[in-house]
C-alpha cells in the first residue's frame, strides 16, 4: 500500500503540474494556497491522513469562536468530513482527515485534496471574523466543491 500512497502523490504532482517529494516513504509536506499542508500514509492502519493548520484563534471572545468550531463540527456537516481541533494552548485551530487508502483513486485524490482545502479556507475566515458573532454564525452553509475538472489548487 506505501507504494499506491506514492501513485497517489504523483496523481496529485501531476494535477497541480509540481513535484511533489515524498519523505521516508509516507510523509508529504506541501504549501497550498498558503496552507502548508501534511500528508502521511499510516501503513499500521492503512490509511491517510491529510492535516492543515487555519489560524490563530483571536483572543477576543474565544468562547464563540470555540463554539463556532464545535458547531461545524457537529455531524461533521461543515467540515466535509474532517476534523476541527484546537491545539493544546486552545490557540490554534486545525483541520483533518483521515482516509481509508482502498477509497482513494489517482482520480479521486486530486479532487479531495481540493475539497479539503476549500473546507480549510472556510474555516481559516471563520477563524479570523473581526466579529465573534460571525464566527459563531448560525449559518450551516458549507463550502461547496468546486465542479469537477475546475481546479484551483496551487503548489
Known sequence: MQEFFQHLIQSLSEAVG??????????VHCDFDEFPLLFQYLPDAEQVLLAVPLAEIPEDDR????R????GQYLFHQTGGGALSLDEEGRFA???IVKDIRSLTPENFPVLVE???????YWRDRCLAADPA???GTSSTAPTAEPHGVTMLRV
Open 18 to 27: 509540481e513535484p511533489l517529494a515524498i519523505e521516508e516513504g509516507t510523509r
Open 63 to 66: 468562547e464563540a469562536r470555540y
Open 68 to 71: 463556532a468550531l464545535l458547531h
Open 94 to 96: 486545525c483541520l483533518q
Open 115 to 121: 475539497n479539503f482545502l476549500h473546507v480549510a479556507q
Open 134 to 136: 460571525e464566527a459563531a
